[in-house]
């Protein structure tokens, strides 16, 4: 039966979400940004901000306006919340679908993959297996930002979006663009405005229904990420670890990852090993080099026009990242991506005005510093030189912006969707983006929300 479906939010899910259901369904997009170009968000951080520049934005395509495009799947082994093990599972059949959607052009993502992670974690005489493995993820070479199929009746600049409900229904959807205000009935509304987006929508229907859910956007989760020292690997290693650090596959690039376990097994972070040139362990060149290799257009460029452009290290950086050629060193940063768990952590609004109470916990550094303890004892049979801040600080690490969990999965009392991602006390509104995902070791985030897109695609085209 051809449905009228409303989409909020024209971003990474949103995108995916409206291009498949429009084969068989009349899907409106309601976009709170442009068309054909991007603009980034006024927040107001309560604790600290996420990173030295803007982790999403507004926009056709949303934030993959801004990203890389690095796909790799969360490991439902990784995960330690049964609902969620088990909705990824379920999430499995769909990586080919979704890595395709994303650019990546082989035949077969799946089998890439394994391909790489098998070739990766077998040893040899002079590499020995890591403990807990090597992951690795794929760059296909060429990408853009996601675009809305023509079958879809797209609407940007959208403003003041409400909902009426009749008992557990949303009947119609209201919102204003261009000074008009306009109403559509709806058979089914999907929410994918994006682990800081949502919450907001969701607070709107919420209030509709009377419900009292007073934990929208809490749990907030992202992984802090930064680079926290320098090896440098013996001979004999040194074309393992230049293959492992990025290796050029034709139509993508893979770069592989040393997963470390926390002790109690509940946590997983990684590290990427990166080209550099010194030893040198200097905060100060490890922030700036994170802001030139994360921005985009002007802000790029104002960052070149700095002293800091000449150091050795971001030489290599700009090398290696940027032009995709890498110095021949054997010397590496160490790039750290943690891990969080839902916690207090949280992004909330006042009227329209974005609020993100972001931290990282006490237990979480003390958990990344025995990690990597744990990683210095493993490099030293493999390196000359070894320097890892192992007693690393908040200041150490920034967001990844991998924002996620904003929207509580299950069946406690504050929790807002289910397993099918529909919304408990709704029968017709589903939720779809980052804000789904309640945990995600170290993995990006882009590859898994596509998977959970095509998934929820599936299942509307099969009820
Ligand atoms: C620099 C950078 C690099 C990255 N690299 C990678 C990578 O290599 N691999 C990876 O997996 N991930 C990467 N990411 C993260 C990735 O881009 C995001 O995880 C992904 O885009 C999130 O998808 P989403 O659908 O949840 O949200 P978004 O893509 O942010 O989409 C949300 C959409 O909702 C819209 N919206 C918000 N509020 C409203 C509202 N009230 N009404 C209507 N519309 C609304 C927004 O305008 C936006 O279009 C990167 C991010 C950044 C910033």
Redo the contacts with the bound molecule.
């Keep these: 039966m051809r449905r009228r479906v409303v989409v909020?939010?024209?971003?990474?899910?949103?995108?995916l979400l409206c291009n498949e259901l429009a084969r068989n369904h009349a899907v409106t997009l309601?976009?709170?940004?442009p068309k054909n170009s991007?603009r980034y968000p006024n927040v107001h951080f309560v604790n600290r901000e996420l990173a030295a520049?803007?982790?999403?934005?507004?926009?056709?395509?949303?934030?993959?306006n801004?990203?890389?495009?690095?796909?790799?799947p969360i490991n439902p082994q990784d995960v330690t919340g049964r609902e969620f093990s088990d909705v990824l599972v379920e999430a499995r059949p769909f990586i080919d679908q979704a890595a395709a959607a994303l650019f990546f052009a082989g035949e077969s993502f799946t089998a890439e993959y394994e391909s790489l992670a098998a070739e990766a974690n077998t040893p040899s005489s002079v590499f020995p297996s890591f403990p807990d493995g090597i992951d690795c993820?794929v760059?296909p070479k060429k990408f853009r930002s996601l675009t809305i199929a023509r079958e879809v009746d797209d609407v940007y600049d959208?403003e003041g979006?409400g909902f009426v409900l009749d008992d557990r229904e949303v009947k119609a959807v209201e919102f204003s663009t261009g000074g008009q205000t306009r109403t559509i009935d709806v058979d089914l509304v999907i929410i994918?405005?994006?682990?800081?987006?949502?919450p907001?929508?969701l607070q709107r229907i919420i209030a509709e229904t009377g419900a009292a859910f007073d934990r929208v956007g809490v749990g907030f989760i992202d992984h802090p990420m930064g680079f926290v020292g320098k090896v440098k690997f013996k001979k004999n290693v040194s074309e393992t670890v230049r293959q492992l650090s990025s290796c050029d596959r034709g139509s993508y690039i893979s770069r592989s990852a040393v997963r470390l376990k926390s002790e109690c097994g509940r946590y997983t972070a990684c590290v990427f090993f990166r080209p550099s040139l010194t030893m040198e362990n200097d905060l100060s060149i490890y922030k700036y080099k994170s802001r030139l290799g994360?921005?985009?257009g002007l802000a790029r460029l104002k960052h070149i026009f700095s002293r800091k452009v000449l150091h050795p290290d971001i030489v290599a950086e700009v090398f290696g990242h940027l032009l995709g050629f890498n110095i021949p060193s054997r010397t590496y940063n160490i790039l750290f991506i943690g891990e969080q768990k839902r916690g207090d952590n949280r992004v909330f609004y006042d009227g329209d005005d974005l609020n993100v109470d972001w931290r990282i916990s006490d237990e979480e550094i003390s958990i990344y510093r025995n990690m990597l303890e744990a990683l210095n004892d493993i490099l030293v049979e493999l390196a000359d030189q070894i320097e890892i801040k192992t007693d690393i600080t908040e200041d150490w690490l920034w967001s990844?912006?991998?924002?996620?969990c904003t929207t509580p999965m299950g069946h406690r009392e504050h929790d807002l969707i289910d397993k099918n991602l529909k919304l408990r006390f709704c029968d017709n509104v589903y939720v779809?983006?980052?804000?789904v995902i309640q945990e995600h070791s170290y993995a990006?985030?882009?590859?898994?929300?596509g998977q959970l897109a095509f998934r929820l695609a599936k299942r509307i085209a099969d009820a």
Aim: with cysteine.
């Design positions: 909020v939010g024209g971003g990474l899910a949103g995108s309601l976009e709170r940004g991007f520049i803007d982790t999403f934005c507004f926009g056709g395509g949303g934030t993959t801004l990203w890389h495009n690095g796909l790799i993820l760059y959208v979006i994918s405005a994006g682990a800081m987006g949502t907001k929508i994360a921005s985009t990844a912006a991998h924002h996620s779809c983006d980052g804000s990006n985030t882009g590859l898994a929300i």
